[in-house]
């Protein structure tokens, strides 16, 4: 399959560079497959769209504020530290800037008394003077907003470029679908209902590993961690034996339901956390086997995420759906709107 079928031109000022002033603001896309039709609302009315009795399965993971801004010792540079893997209680795995510039050993100074040495280069391992340094993160740290929000993080980010229900830190990206959600919406919701279960997938940097084989069948995907509970488990067995449609808000949540289908985990698992990590790459001709319907944002060109997309819509109506947004004018990306595929 050809890198090029998923390509598409967007104007710059689509790109969402901040949040909508309300959650559930944000503008809904709603495309029905069986009956290949798209309509428009906004988010707050998701509820009316939604299969009858549906299980909502969103991704409870936690954005981490990861990004660690200082200057060398030596000539007092600016420097950026993007935490991406914890080594042991003093080191961790990171992306550098400016990295060729930096020396081993040197000291990488940031607030409150904190360094880092750089100890591996090929690894680009750092190591901190003070032990488990994320529980500085929240006082020292940034949000790490993707790199086409093209402007520094601000207070807002801390709130809105996090879900409602965001529980275990771990990510370095939003699983986004979820930022559309509000209390009272996901309240609403279940009183029409529908049932909301939560699973957790850490996000990690990968997500944002372009790709780069033209045939995209060749592209290494990345792996990731997940959990996901013995009780949340049993809800989606039940839903699916008793008929009911089980819908994933976000592509992360689809990607773990699937991979756990995949490896015959589904059956057998009645107690305890199943854990495990996932490459799972999605694309067209891909067998869905447990996700009905998906919520989602509007993703990249030429992005893994877009290829999943396509493959749960279909390619012809996604590119029809994609080119619409365009014409109408929606916001794209991370704090872009959203789209309902039912």
Same mark, same amino acid.
């Given at each position: ?86 080594? %042991? ?6 992306? &550098?800037?400016?990295?060729? #510039?930096? +020396?081993?050993?040197? /000291?990488?100074?940031? $607030? ?112 990731? %961690? ?6 949340? &488990?049993?809800?989606?067995? #039940?839903? +699916?034996?008793?008929? /009911?449609?089980?819908? $994933? ?94």
């Amino acid at each position: 399959m050809n890198l090029r079928d998923f390509d598409y031109k967007i104007p710059q000022e689509l790109i969402a560079q901040y949040p909508s002033a309300k959650r559930d603001a944000a503008r809904l896309m709603v495309i029905d497959r069986a009956r290949q039709l798209i309509c428009h609302d906004i988010f707050q009315n998701v509820e009316e769209y939604l299969p009858k009795r549906s299980m909502l399965v969103v991704n409870d993971s936690k954005v981490v504020p990861a990004r660690l801004l200082g200057h060398r010792e030596k000539n007092g540079s600016p420097v950026e530290v993007f935490l991406l893997k914890k080594v %042991d209680d003093y080191s961790y795995q990171a992306l &550098l800037r400016p990295l060729k #510039k930096i +020396k081993m050993d040197e /000291r990488l100074i940031f $607030a409150d008394g904190i360094y880092a040495q750089l100890k591996d280069f090929e690894q680009r391992i750092v190591r901190f003077n003070k032990k488990n340094i994320v529980r500085k993160l929240n006082e020292i740290g940034h949000m790490p907003l993707p790199p086409y929000i093209r402007r520094s993080d601000e207070k807002i980010d801390r709130t809105m470029y996090q879900t409602v229900y965001a529980r275990p830190a771990g990510s370095v990206a939003a699983p986004t679908a979820g930022l559309h959600f509000t209390k009272p919406l996901l309240t609403n919701i279940k009183k029409a209902g529908h049932t909301i279960a939560s699973l957790t997938l850490h996000i990690n940097y990968g997500t944002f590993k372009p790709v780069e084989t033209e045939d995209i069948t060749k592209h290494p995907m990345h792996w990731e %961690d997940y959990s996901i509970s013995s009780r949340t &488990l049993l809800k989606i067995q #039940k839903a +699916k034996a008793s008929g /009911r449609k089980v819908v $994933a808000v976000g592509t992360t949540s689809c990607r773990v339901l699937e991979a756990v289908a995949q490896n015959g985990q589904l059956q057998g698992m009645l107690q305890g956390m199943l854990q495990g990590s996932t490459n799972i790459f999605i694309y067209p001709g891909f067998s869905f086997t447990m996700i009905d319907a998906l919520i989602t944002n509007f993703h990249l060109p030429l992005s893994t995420l877009l290829m999943l997309v396509y493959a749960f819509g279909g390619m012809d109506l996604m590119k029809y759906a994609y080119a619409e947004a365009v014409r109408e004018k929606y916001r794209f990306y991370s704090y872009g709107d959203a789209m309902l595929i039912i």
